[in-house]
């Protein structure tokens, strides 16, 4: 390998008048920071859309783009959002982002400019969905979490729903078209422009090292859609979940809470669910980071509803058959 260096920022973390960094003007100002330093690499975080504890590691999805890195100015400058809509989200620079204020303002105004988005555009939004399957499957659980108020998948009233159920999920596809078209316009916007800045970074000549987490979070379009795939019981929750045993940094160890893999289940079916997910981070990046990569070897399991991971125990993994 030809000797490298580069420097780790997340999105979240560029500069922003509006709370959050994003895939805008800034990116292309750290890129352009990084060439003049003579780095070779961007290093980023996970860029799905944060779930519990607004974790890049907790995602509603391993596939998705996260809603509040999609640059506005972009957005106005395409004619979706106006300069009075973004002057009412512009907030004073600070050391922290506020997650919280961010969600309550930012919906209102994609919603605003995904009123505005033309024919052609819509087509194209569902011309990348036909493309995707994820997107689909994402779309209708960000659509049906919405309409149940925000509950958990394995919370949804409906057990048809809540089970994956076929028929189920197309009557609610149906139901709640509008709003899975939304969900459907916003992922569009992420990756048209995840696409261009990705394009702006290579032509300087730098590269862009991505981070995939092993595990994916409970709550997430992942676990609703596939499963069959996970440790759960017949109502959706775990039976067993990740972590890491005690060891000089915690007496307890660390209980993390992820549904763990049925690795049988993923060897009989040729491990299609890792390669899909692989091979779309290879698209997205030039280099991947598996985050705790020690998991595919051994991976640690906690009974789910102990109270610390002392309960744990070691488990064997894929292996090198995974690879």
């Known amino acids: 390998m030809k000797r490298s260096a580069g420097i780790l920022l997340p999105i979240f973390s560029l500069p922003s008048e509006y709370g959050i960094g994003s895939l805008g003007a800034e990116a292309r100002a750290f890129a352009n920071f990084l060439q003049d330093a003579g780095q070779s690499w961007w290093q980023i975080l996970p860029v799905g859309p944060a779930g519990a504890g607004d974790s890049p590691y907790a995602s509603e999805s391993t596939f998705a783009g996260n809603p509040l890195f999609i640059d506005l100015d972009l957005l106005a400058k395409d004619g979706l959002l106006t300069e009075e809509e973004l002057a009412s989200v512009r ?53 049906a979490k919405r309409h149940f108020g925000g ?47 990705k394009t702006y970074v290579n032509d300087l000549g730098l590269g862009l090292i991505g981070d995939l987490p092993i595990y994916v979070s409970g709550d997430s379009a992942d676990v609703w859609a596939n499963p069959e795939q996970f440790q759960l019981d017949p109502d959706g929750r775990p039976t067993e979940v990740a972590g890491c045993p005690p060891d000089a940094f915690s007496a307890t160890g660390q209980l993390w809470g992820n549904p763990l893999y049925r690795w049988g289940y993923h060897r009989r079916y ?33 009974p789910y509803g102990a109270e610390t991971a002392k309960e744990g125990h070691w488990e064997k993994g894929p292996g090198i058959d995974l690879f």
């Open 151 to 197: 509950l958990p998948w394995f919370q949804w009233p409906d057990e048809g729903l809540r089970r994956h159920d076929p028929s189920a999920v197309e009557r609610w596809r149906v139901e709640l078209a509008e709003e899975t078209a939304f969900e459907t316009c916003v992922q569009h916007w992420f990756f048209t422009q995840w696409a261009a800045l």
């Open 270 to 302: 040729g491990y299609d669910w890792w390669i899909s997910r692989l091979s779309y981070c290879f698209r997205l990046y030039d280099v991947v980071r598996i985050d705790h990569f020690r998991g595919f070897d051994e991976y640690f399991s906690i």
């Open 91 to 143: 907030v004073p620079a600070g050391s922290a982002i506020d997650y919280g204020a961010l969600k309550q303002n930012r919906e209102p105004l994609l919603r605003a400019a995904f009123s505005r988005v033309s024919g052609e555009a819509a087509e194209a939004a569902r011309a990348f969905a036909e493309s995707r399957p994820w997107v689909r499957e994402y779309a209708l659980y960000r659509a």
